[in-house]
């Protein structure tokens, strides 16, 4: 088939480039020259693993091509994918200007019959929004298909070819076989198909992201509970996970949620029941517990190390999670900017988000400064937080890391604050340090430094 995808971020490379690696001519249209400058001379501008090689090969196989605007005969394509960011508007609602405005363009170029094929994230009502469009100012019938994407930065290579589902939400049976066709080299192991109405199709989308949200948020509020009352969250969560009802994944206590799709669909979701006269409670809670918890992370440096004024503070892993360099809504960004507000200057390193958290960080000037070599982070810090859990993060050498960080004030060996719970606190302990998990029960060096005691 003859495709066109609109936006080329990290959906629409993902998908223009697994399009093209099976077989089809797919033109990657951005608004953004830079982007296409870049991707013309072979730079792959975000961090995906997999995704530099398979770009190459396909642009070597003349099946992948990238511009500014579509061009003759580009203009005659089988299907317009949309897949431009729906980012949240200044009341949370998401705003999709960019969708409709390429529906606009799309109307203007097509000069065949074809599929519109909406990827981005979008409320309800959208998809018939974007037909509306169509039908005004098409010359030729174009007809609009939902089919929301599901992959996760990290692995997003992969889930393109292996899928757990392919949504597609249309109205026309032609619409639907021509789609199915598109998707059937992804489905030869089993049927992954779930095929509905437009409106579904959308709202499943959000209703993903907010279900797996509140898994993350409920067991946030737990361990902040764990911490009050001296339980410990690991224990809680493998007695809840081994129900299989509600299964083992996604119930980690960590520093929040972040990147570009749970907040901003988290929050589009409550608004879109807010317009529709129905309270999303549970999305507006699951909003709330995920924002304190950057300031119950900083309320443990804080406690951990004193007054923050004048310190500084080491973050190892400023992505939103680990293989990606997106630091969109990451923790490391909440916390970096809670620690500055109490006086602390923050170093970060991450092994592929470090430019881009400068990048949003630049107002800070020299209070917050990001550093090639993690160990480096270290020197003169008074506390470690670790909130990605990259691969070269999970077995540091702790004896360096006590060396290179100062004590506290009051004379306190330094701490280390894990944030994604995957160090062992004995470990941390034996080298000279205290330890400080989320929702687990914390034992530190007593000040006489010999015997365990809990820190408070
Ligand atoms: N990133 C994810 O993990 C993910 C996963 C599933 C769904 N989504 C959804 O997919 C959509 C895209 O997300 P993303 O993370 O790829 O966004 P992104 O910000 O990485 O990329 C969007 C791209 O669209 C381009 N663009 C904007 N307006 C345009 C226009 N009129 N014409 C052509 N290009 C235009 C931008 O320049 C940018 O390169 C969003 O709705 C998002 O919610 C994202």
């Known amino acids: 088939m003859r495709l066109v995808v609109f936006g080329i971020g990290y959906v629409g490379l993902v998908t223009g480039t697994g399009l093209a690696e099976l077989g089809h001519d797919v033109l990657c249209i951005d608004i953004d020259p830079q982007r296409i400058r870049q991707l013309e001379d072979g730079i792959i501008p975000i961090y995906e693993p997999g995704l530099d090689d398979l770009v190459r090969r396909n642009v070597r196989a003349k099946r992948l091509t990238f511009a500014t605007q579509v061009a003759s005969p580009a203009d005659e394509a089988d299907a317009y994918f ?71 930065e990290g692995t997003a290579v992969q889930d393109f070819f292996r899928p757990d589902r392919i949504v597609l939400g249309a109205r026309s049976e032609s619409a639907k076989e021509t789609l199915r066709l598109l998707y059937a080299p992804l489905q030869l192991s089993g049927e992954r198909v779930v095929v509905t109405d437009p409106r579904s199709s959308e709202l499943t989308k959000y209703a993903s992201n907010t279900m797996l ?30 129900d299989t009802r509600i299964g083992k994944r996604f119930l980690y206590a960590g520093p929040g949620y972040g990147g570009s799709c749970f907040p901003k669909d988290v929050q589009a979701l409550f608004h879109l029941g ?64 809670a620690l500055l507000e109490r006086g602390a200057n923050v170093v970060g390193h991450d092994p592929e988000a470090a430019a881009n958290f400068a990048k949003a960080m630049v107002q800070y000037g020299t209070r917050v400064k990001v550093v090639d070599r993690d160990y480096d982070a270290l020197d003169g810090a008074h506390a470690l937080v670790l909130l990605t859990e990259w691969r070269s993060y999970r077995a540091p050498n702790f004896g360096e890391i006590r060396k290179r960080l100062c004590d506290s004030a009051d004379d306190l060996p330094p701490v280390v604050v894990d944030g994604r719970n995957v160090w062992r606190p004995q470990d941390v302990m034996r080298a000279g340090m205290r330890y400080k998990g989320i929702g687990v029960p914390s034992v530190a060096l007593a000040p006489d430094r010999t015997s365990l005691g809990a820190l408070r």
């Open 213 to 242: 949200a509140m898994r993350v948020s409920f067991m946030n509020e737990l361990a902040r509970l764990c911490d009050a009352t001296g339980a410990d969250v690991h224990a809680v969560r493998q007695g809840v996970g081994s």
């Open 82 to 152: 949309i897949a431009v960011g729906t980012p949240p508007g200044p009341d949370g609602a998401a705003d999709i200007s960019a969708v409709t405005s390429v529906a606009e363009r799309i109307a203007e170029i097509a000069k065949q019959p074809a599929l519109a094929v909406v990827k981005s994230t979008v409320p309800v009502g959208t998809c018939d929004a974007v037909q509306a469009i169509l039908d005004k100012k098409a010359h030729v019938g174009l007809e609009v298909v939902s089919n929301p994407e599901f992959l996760k």
């Open 274 to 337: 807010r317009a529709h006269g129905v309270p999303m409670r549970l999305a507006e809670a699951t909003h709330l517990a995920n924002e304190e918890q950057a300031t119950f992370l900083a309320q443990i440096v804080e406690k951990a190390v004193g007054t923050l004024k004048g310190k500084t503070v080491a973050l190892w892993g400023l992505a939103f999670k680990p293989e990606t360099d997106d630091i969109r809504e990451s923790p490391a960004l909440k916390l970096a900017v």
